[in-house]
């Protein structure tokens, strides 16, 4: 058994497991970029409709964004 372990190159083990290892994680980042497109070209088409048909900054719409708990709040609160 140690015989043909030691006649096997470990180069090229190493770089047949290189190869493996590319070819299965450029697959998995296709896959994961072929589910998320659609939403990440959505959003920016929204940025970009709001920057150039309003004159919206993208920085404006994240501060609405990052306020967005806190205004949620005092609408529900009104409503009580």
């Given amino acids: 058994m140690d015989s043909l372990f030691s006649s096997i190159d470990s180069q090229l ?3 047949v497991a290189a190869i493996a290892v590319v070819v299965l994680a450029s697959q ?4 994961i ?3 998320g497109l659609v939403p990440i070209l959505g959003l920016v ?3 970009a409709a709001l920057q150039y048909l309003f004159g919206i900054t993208p ?3 994240w501060f609405e ?3 967005l708990p806190q ?3 005092k609408f529900f ?4």
């Fill in 71 to 73: 205004l949620a709040m």
């Fill in 77 to 80: 609160n009104s409503l009580a």
């Fill in 28 to 31: 998995l980042f296709f896959r």
């Fill in 13 to 15: 083990v190493l770089l």
């Fill in 45 to 47: 088409g929204i940025v």
């Fill in 59 to 61: 920085k404006q719409l």
């Fill in 65 to 67: 964004v990052s306020h």
């Fill in 33 to 35: 970029l072929s589910v």
